[in-house]
Nanobody
Framework: QVQLVESGGGSVQAGGSLRLSCAAS????????MGWFRQAPGKEREFVVA????????VHADSVKKRFTISRDNAKNTVYLQMNSLKPEDTAVYYC?????????????????WGQGTQVTVSS
């Protein structure tokens, strides 16, 4: 069982930066691939970025490439999402997710554990 708690959301102007954190409980964190997803009002939850168990491999949605960076610290059971050059269309609730596999995935249905979400609002 893995419990996830996100933090770091907030409001920022376009072009600004935010860093989200996701603290995980459970002894198996280093065996879990992790992902960030987001859901804007009236839209389906969508993939943002994912990282494998070691942090050596990442994959990004095209919309956030070169702007968002995912990283993890297995000693601290934490995964991070650094968001730079934020745009109004990045406004959403951001969710951290963990899957019971070391391999990353873009597929929302591959993730078994979810945090409660943190709001990110980008104003123009």
């Amino acid at each position: 069982q893995v419990q996830l708690v996100e933090s770091g959301g907030g409001s920022v102007q376009a072009g600004g930066s935010l860093r989200l954190s996701c603290a995980a409980s459970g002894r198996t964190f280093s065996s879990n691939a992790m992902g960030w997803f987001r859901q804007a009002p009236g839209k389906e939850r969508e993939f943002v970025v994912a990282i494998n168990w070691s942090g050596g491999t990442t994959v990004h949605a095209d919309s956030v490439k070169k702007r968002f960076t995912i990283s993890r610290d297995n000693a601290k059971n934490t995964v991070y999402l650094q968001m730079n050059s934020l745009k109004p269309e990045d406004t959403a609730v951001y969710y951290c997710a963990a899957r019971g596999s070391i391999w990353l995935s873009r597929n929302i249905y591959d993730y078994e554990y979810w945090g409660q979400g943190t709001q990110v609002t980008v104003s123009s």
